[in-house]
């Protein structure tokens, strides 16, 4: 498996985001964890696509678009331009699914597909030949500095297998509550890519923190 960390700059500080993205361009991140909220599919708002696009004009690293919005659909090119590489959307608000991430491959991204903490992966049977990445939230969405949800766990080594048997190099990622202390399980349950937002930013040496959380 590989062990990929993609910090979460909700969790930066938007009065000094270019610091915060070199600081990220210099660390070991593999990708950018972007957040995108609408206040109605999940109840808070984050930021738009021109804060998107100035991160980006700095960012060295990918950057990886969590879209926690109702409908995706009319913003896919606004997520393209605005640096995505790849592009997450939620099983819960899309009622065709496979037309969204369709579109997402045809604009040049990586599709991804989000399940919240009470979707069953057994829902993702039919889409999983479709999708690069399935990303599975260990907090409900909306906000950091949540409580990691321990069943997370099990969801992904679940959500593994589903993927060793159609012998596809699908991507796992992990979003929420993610610290030192379950990085390493995650990584040995069979995730790939973990999100950190608070974890990193909020601790002493950002950085430093990364790399511990690569090497869990």
């Given at each position: 498996m590989k062990r990929l960390i993609a910090p979460s700059v909700l969790s930066a500080d938007f009065a000094n985001i270019q610091r915060?993205?070199?600081?990220?361009?210099?660390?070991?991140a593999d990708?950018?964890?972007?957040?995108?909220?609408?206040?109605v599919f999940v109840p808070n708002i984050s930021y738009g696509f021109p804060v998107c696009a100035a991160m980006h004009k700095h960012s060295k690293?990918?950057?990886?678009f969590h879209l926690m919005i109702q409908n995706a659909d009319p913003y896919l090119e606004d997520c393209i331009k605005s640096g995505a590489e790849i592009i997450s959307v939620h099983y819960e608000a899309h009622n065709h699914l496979h037309r969204t991430v369709t579109r997402i491959r045809e604009l040049g991204a990586k599709a991804g597909v989000?399940?919240?903490?009470?979707?069953?992966?057994?829902?993702l049977e039919e889409i999983l030949p479709y999708v690069d990445?399935?990303?599975l939230m260990s907090v409900?969405?909306?906000?950091?500095?949540?409580?990691?949800?321990?069943?997370?766990f099990s969801k992904v080594r679940k959500l593994?297998?589903?993927?060793?048997?159609?012998?596809?190099?699908?991507?796992?990622?992990?979003?929420?509550?993610?610290?030192?202390?379950?990085?390493?399980?995650?990584?040995e349950a069979g995730a790939d890519m973990?999100?950190?937002?608070?974890?990193?930013?909020k601790s002493d040496d950002p950085a430093q923190t990364i790399s511990n959380l690569k090497s869990a």
């Open positions: 915060d993205i070199e600081m990220l361009n210099n660390s070991d990708y950018v964890h972007i957040d995108i909220m609408d206040g690293k990918p950057m990886d989000v399940l919240n903490p009470h979707t069953p992966v057994d829902v990445l399935v990303l409900n969405p909306g906000f950091g500095g949540q409580k990691f949800i321990e069943t997370t593994r297998g589903m993927i060793d048997t159609i012998d596809s190099d699908i991507l796992i990622e992990v979003d929420g509550g993610v610290t030192d202390q379950n990085a390493g399980e995650l990584f973990l999100v950190a937002g608070s974890f990193v930013f």
